[in-house]
T-cell receptor
Framework: GAGVSQSPSNKVTEKGKDVELRCDPI?????LYWYRQSLGQGLEFLIY????????KSGLPSDRFSAERTGGSVSTLTIQRTQQEDSAVYLC????????????FGNGTRLTVT | AQSVSQHNHHVILSEAASLELGCNYS??????LFWYVQYPGQHLQLLLK??????LVKGIKGFEAEFIKSKFSFNLRKPSVQWSDTAEYFC???????????????FGSGTQLTVLP
């Protein structure tokens, strides 16, 4: 596709359930980022993948959050035992290089934990 | 660690007014600077960027930003705003990498701009 694709676009889940959010980056982009955007907040960095390097997980808020990127392409962000404070829009972005190329964002997944 | 501050959380202007949104960053080294915009119901998109050279950079839709190294600032400007400029604006910075280290892009908290027709 032409842009970054995220699925689902909306997800409503009950507190305590696990959820998986998917990101399909632009083909050929080596860098992939996950951010979280909460109401009234800015973009909170979660995790960053660059090629075959070890991911930068420094932004993950707790051990309930994890992410993987298979084959250097599709990425999945998993939130275990969801809490209400996890409700946010989860944004994925990719770029052609890590450091001096702009990010291309997907439309995000709006997660609501009830 | 790098950080980005956007001091204006919500700016309301009338059409044709001039705009300046503040952005300050903290990092002692060389940085790449960006402004992203998110129009209502749309995804984030790049407005303009600065890597090196002329500190006054021009972006899409008549926007420009000036990098002032001594002030650690990268303010966004537009001489005459339009109703269609209503959006949320995010400043972002990433540091030029050291060898072998991965760097993240750090965003400010965003400024909501509302332009009244």
């Amino acid at each position: 596709g032409a842009g970054v694709s995220q699925s689902p676009s909306n997800k409503v889940t009950e507190k305590g359930k696990d959820v998986e959010l998917r990101c399909d980056p632009i083909s050929g982009h080596t860098a992939l980022y996950w951010y979280r955007q909460s109401l009234g907040q800015g973009l909170e960095f979660l995790i960053y993948f660059q090629g075959n390097s070890a991911p930068d997980k420094s932004g993950l808020p707790s051990d309930r959050f994890s992410a993987e990127r298979t084959g250097g392409s599709v990425s999945t962000l998993t939130i275990q035992r969801t809490q209400q404070e996890d409700s946010a829009v989860y944004l994925c972005a990719s770029s052609s290089t890590a450091h001096n190329s702009p990010l291309h964002f997907g439309n995000g997944t709006r997660l609501t934990v009830t | 660690a790098q950080s980005v501050s956007q001091h204006n959380h919500h700016v309301i202007l009338s059409e044709a007014a001039s705009l300046e949104l503040g952005c300050n960053y903290s990092y002692g080294g060389t940085v790449n600077l960006f402004w992203y915009v998110q129009y209502p119901g749309q995804h984030l998109q790049l407005l303009l960027k600065y890597f090196s050279g002329d500190p006054l950079v021009k972006g899409i839709k008549g926007f420009e930003a000036e990098f002032i190294k001594s002030k650690f600032s990268f303010n966004l400007r537009k001489p005459s705003v339009q109703w269609s400029d209503t959006a949320e604006y995010f400043c972002a910075v990433n540091a030029r990498p050291l060898s072998g280290s991965a760097r993240q892009l750090t965003f400010g908290s965003g400024t909501q701009l509302t332009v009244l027709p």
